[in-house]
């Protein structure tokens, strides 16, 4: 155990920082405190000496110079049961600093605001992390406080061991500092990296990815295993966050790797759409998906009546808060798990009658993830880096004759929506809001074709005058001649095939409509 008998306190989130400065003043602890740290706890009634007081040196340079002075970095450096280096201190009079309380500048806040390169230089910290890494290296003797929810448990300790911490708590909140130090460089290096000159003219160079790209994740949970049980797995969330990271799971089993990929496709696809939408997922691919004015009951049975087969087992993305007409027809057959952005509590108390079944809400409508995020992919020795498609059908044009109904452009970009989360190569049928038939992942276009409108067959789903949407260009007109066989007479699709004016001459044959996307949308 060590004492804590002073304290330099300097944050900029200074979420509690009063009451845990006032606990540690009520233990006896010195506080030293800088800028508006300072003015906070001194305006609230704790005592308090001015990092200019304690070093005889003016914070100055619009604070840039503050903490970087022998007497901070010397108390907080030097190793008490070192002879040389209590000997030292005392010669030059630097007393021992045995808490270090500091977060950094909100360097992440800030680019992420749309700031000018000038004010993110200005927002990267010096003395803050300086501070920490000083004392996370001398954690032995120095107690080191970087976020704001130990305050709490810090305090509690100090108490029940009258000012001292622990050993295994010092190191424990040593750990941290490392944590947060590579992440803060890694954001700055990821910033300056997409910058290509450092002059006034910086922000109209901007490049979405920098020469080295550094990224830090944090577990949020081991996994029971992989995608296969020899396989081991953890569940880890990136600096951003998102709505699957962020997520509170009510009910339920732990989850497992394949839950998580399942339940991510989910909420991707949920958050498509402002109107009540019913997703249910098998292996990342949608097997129903539907939308309905008439509330999420309709919706989840339109989806449910698209492939009831594969959706047993499968995990139900909501984009709408779960009621309990909607958890009962959920609990007439096995489902892995269903989130949500909520749920009542009547619907709870149905599902949760179900012991297995993982409940999880967003606390939101579903949306998309952090506009910044990458999407990452390993490959033998090293990764794809790519921005997430986003892209939407915002420019369609009629390639064919005919021009489509209005019904029939509503159900192209329905279909085209979900098309975009299924894996290539990708056909989806649908009308009416809702999928009727789902081909995925096949390794020739026409085999997903017959893949789709075989599982609306199954289904009872009549294709007739429904719309058909593909992922990319048909290479051959194969495609266009096995829907027209089967009554289907609108097609969208992105375009760009060396066969394009045959593909759309089969089209004109067959009397259909046919819209080019100009946008692919591979999954792969």
């Not at 992989?226 to 969330?237: I, T, V």
């Not at 829907?483 to 394009?500: H, L, M």
């Amino acid at each position: 155990m060590k004492s804590v008998n002073r304290a330099i306190i300097s944050v900029t989130d200074k979420t509690g920082v009063v009451e845990f400065a006032r606990g540690l003043s009520e233990l006896g602890v010195e506080i030293i405190s800088t800028g508006g740290t300072a003015k906070l706890l001194i305006d609230s009634g704790i005592k308090v000496i001015p990092i200019g007081s304690y070093t005889n040196f003016p914070e100055m340079l619009d604070g840039r110079l503050k903490t970087l002075h022998p007497k901070i970095h010397g108390g907080i450096l030097a190793i008490r049961d070192n002879p040389q280096h209590a000997k030292e201190t005392e010669e030059y009079e630097i007393p021992p600093i045995d808490m270090v309380v500091v977060n950094l500048y909100a360097f992440e806040k800030t680019i992420n605001h749309g700031a000018t390169l000038e004010e993110a230089i200005e927002n990267i910290d010096i003395g803050g992390p300086t501070m920490i890494r000083a004392a996370a290296k001398n954690y032995k003797d120095v107690t080191v406080v970087v976020e704001p929810g130990d305050y709490a448990s810090i305090l509690e300790e100090l108490k029940a061991g009258k000012g001292s911490i622990s050993n295994k708590t010092r190191f424990t909140l040593a750990k941290k500092v490392y944590q947060l130090t590579a992440r803060y460089d890694a954001a700055i290096s990821n910033y300056l990296g997409t910058i290509h000159t450092g002059d006034e003219k910086a922000e109209e160079d901007n490049s979405d990815f920098p020469e080295t790209y550094t990224v830090q994740y944090e577990k949020i949970s081991g996994l029971r295993y992989g995608e296969n049980p020899h396989q081991k797995a953890a569940f880890y969330r990136n600096p951003g966050g998102g709505p699957l990271a962020d997520a509170k799971k009510l009910h339920g089993k732990e989850l497992s790797y394949n839950n998580i990929a399942d339940l991510d496709a989910a909420i991707s696809i949920a958050a498509e759409f402002t109107s009540p939408a019913a997703i249910i997922i098998k292996h990342s691919n949608p097997c129903g998906a539907a939308v309905s004015d008439k509330g999420l009951l309709c919706a989840y049975e339109k989806a449910y009546s698209t492939d009831s087969t594969s959706a047993f087992g499968g995990v139900v993305g909501f984009n709408r808060e779960v009621t309990p007409d909607v958890a009962t027809k959920i609990s007439e057959i096995f489902v892995e798990a269903v989130i949500a952005p909520s749920f009542t509590a009547e619907a709870l108390e149905i599902l949760t009658k179900k012991k297995n079944i993982r409940l999880l809400t967003t606390g939101a409508p579903a949306g998309e993830n952090n506009a910044r995020a990458l999407e990452i992919k390993l490959v033998s020795g090293g990764v794809l880096i790519q921005t997430p498609d986003r892209g939407q059908a915002v420019d369609i044009t009629t390639v064919t004759d005919r021009e489509p109904t209005e019904k029939e452009l509503v159900d192209m970009l329905f279909a085209w929506k979900i098309c975009r989360h299924v894996k290539s190569n990708a056909i989806v049928l649908a009308a009416d809001s809702m999928t009727l038939g789902v081909g995925a992942g096949q390794m020739s276009r026409i085999d997903s074709t017959r893949i789709a409108l075989m599982k609306a067959a199954d289904a009872e789903l009549g294709v007739k005058g429904c719309a058909f949407a593909s992922d990319a260009f048909f290479p051959f007109r194969d495609n266009v001649d096995l829907a027209a066989e089967n009554g289907i007479k609108a097609i969208i699709q992105p375009g760009g095939s060396i066969r394009d004016d045959e593909v759309i001459k089969a089209a004109n044959e067959h009397g259909m409509t046919m819209v080019f996307t100009r946008m692919r949308h591979f999954r792969h």
